[in-house]
């Protein structure tokens, strides 16, 4: 009688399970000094194969054009985050404000793509929500890991500003194993052909580490995946993922999915896949036939 009693509870709550409603995900792209247009179908065909998401794409209009850029207001109360894939002109006050207010008291995550932390200089919240990017060596300090892995940190004006002084493959090396987004991730794994995004600038307020990359150009241990807590709220952050090549990559790809269950959640309940990349090995997401 437990048997059977304990059974149906498995069932009850399987059938729960299955029924929660899929997490909302934003894209919002248009404009980009990469690009955009192949990118952003990547993104949500990763977001979408995994079958935790619904994605939209709310596209900028495109640059130079103020009167359109000024109405350029996507309904962030109808989504769970916002994944950016925008570099570009400066959104309304309007925007500016939904999101840091809705990101601040926990009611939207947000996950930072690339080239999309090159955005927004002159938005000092957005770089507090984001933690580092892409900015001459005055704007912020430097974090990075020393050959023994120790944490580093250059003040602003010391060293040299955002820059990827190497491109190619290149090994992730995971710094916190235990965080629901890298739990279960081999120690280090080969990513695809990239830009490896050095010297990031920022704030560096409640930044964790979840993992690096060591870049032959700088000779340091670069951040490659972290995250920000940005009031009540969640934001994942990767430099990855410059064009198509490199989103192929599987490590990419589950980091994206995870990274965005993580910052709507708070929880990671997507499994890494079996051909997820080895120390030795790239391992590209498979194209349908």
């Known amino acids: 009688m437990r048997f059977l009693s304990g059974l149906l509870l498995m069932v009850v709550l399987g059938s729960a399970s299955a029924a929660d409603p899929k997490l909302r995900v934003l894209i919002i792209d248009g404009q980009n000094n990469h690009n955009w247009k192949a990118t952003t179908p990547y993104l949500k065909k990763y977001l979408e194969d995994c079958g935790r998401f619904t994605v939209t794409v709310a596209t900028s209009p495109e640059k130079g054009k103020k009167a359109e850029m000024a109405n350029f207001h996507p309904n962030l109360s109808t989504t769970d985050v916002v994944v950016s894939n925008y570099n570009g002109e400066a959104w309304s006050k309007e925007l500016n404000d939904a999101l840091e207010s809705r990101v601040k ?156 269950e993580w910052a709507t959640t708070g929880a990671v309940t997507i499994p890494l896949p079996e051909n997820f990349p080895t120390a030795e090995k790239v391992s590209l997401y498979p194209e349908k036939k």
């Open 105 to 260: 008291d926990g009611k939207l995550g947000l996950v930072i793509v690339h080239a999309a932390n090159n955005a927004f200089g002159p938005w000092k919240e957005f770089y507090k929500m984001i933690g580092m990017g892409w900015q001459d060596a005055k704007f912020g300090k430097r974090p990075y890991l020393d050959a023994v892995g120790e944490q580093k940190l250059d003040e602003p004006g010391q060293g040299q500003g955002a820059g990827h002084r190497y491109t190619g493959q290149f090994t992730v090396t995971v710094r916190d194993p235990e965080h629901p987004v890298t739990k279960g991730m081999p120690k280090e794994w080969m990513h695809n052909n990239d830009e490896l995004y050095d010297n990031m600038r920022g704030p560096i307020e409640n930044v964790k580490l979840l993992a690096t990359a060591y870049s032959k150009g700088t000779m340091k241990h670069e951040p490659m995946i972290w995250t920000v807590s940005y009031g009540k709220g969640r934001i994942f952050h990767t430099p990855m993922g410059h064009d198509v090549n490199s989103m192929k990559c599987v490590g990419f790809a589950s980091t994206l999915q995870r990274g965005t």
